[in-house]
T-cell receptor
């Protein structure tokens, strides 16, 4: 199956600092990637859709100036949490879709990045 | 996207088949049924998907009713490593963002 990686797998930072999370599709190209967030004991919630070469589309309630998304190439999207605060502590997960043999787009997810803001 | 309903939790004995049901009565004609699972503190793992025919791969089988209003994911021989939250998701294609519900927490018992 297709592989999506994320880096780092976990990060601890001080309040007020910025953190960058990378999402890479390792063996396929993805014009669209997605960023999700998951709080403890909750399900995944879509934050934004990342489009290669254009601006990201953010879900309602997600601050675009706080969560900066850059999709500079067909294999890399980055999420930068700016001026992080403790309430931004969460599990951040990216995904990308690719066409499987048989002709159906399927999304594959990265392993996630656990962010803890002190 | 159509909404899905899944039991909150299920138990299964190791080595037995695990049958996870999902109701999606408002599914539309161009929507697929996708199954993912999430093991604790990991990203969701793709399992299988289908449109109207039953599907099987190395991980599981997907049985979709003829009216497509419900489906069942079958893990033929559950192991302890299959303990996870299983999500049934309905959507038109994998190119769109997926809407995750609460899923079914499957606990495989030794």
């Amino acid at each position: 199956g297709a592989v999506v990686s994320q880096h780092p797998s976990w990060v601890i930072c001080k309040s007020g600092t910025s953190v960058k999370i990378e999402c890479r599709s390792l063996d396929f190209q993805a014009t669209t990637m997605f960023w999700y967030r998951q709080f403890p004991k909750q399900s995944l919630m879509l934050m934004a859709t990342s489009n290669e070469g254009s601006k990201a589309t953010y879900e309602q309630g997600v601050e675009k100036d706080k969560f900066l998304i850059n999709h500079a190439s067909l294999t890399l999207s980055t999420l930068t949490v700016t001026s992080a605060h403790p309430e931004d502590s969460s599990f951040y997960i990216c995904s990308a879709s690719t066409l499987l043999a048989g002709g159906t787009d399927t999304q594959y997810f990265g392993p996630g990045t656990r962010l803890t803001v002190l | 996207d159509a909404k899905t309903t899944q039991p909150t939790s299920m138990d299964c004995a190791e080595g037995r088949a695990a049958n996870l049901p999902c109701n999606h009565s408002t599914i539309s004609g161009n929507e697929y049924v996708y199954w993912y699972r999430q093991i604790h503190s990991q990203g969701p793992q793709y399992i299988i998907h289908g449109l109207k025919n039953n599907e099987t791969n190395e991980m599981a089988s997907l049985i979709i009713t003829e009216d497509r209003k419900s489906s069942t994911l079958i893990l033929p021989h559950a192991t302890l490593r299959d303990t996870a939250v299983y999500y049934c998701i309905v959507g038109p294609t994998g190119r769109r963002a997926l809407t995750f519900g609460s899923g079914t927490r499957l606990q495989v018992q030794p």
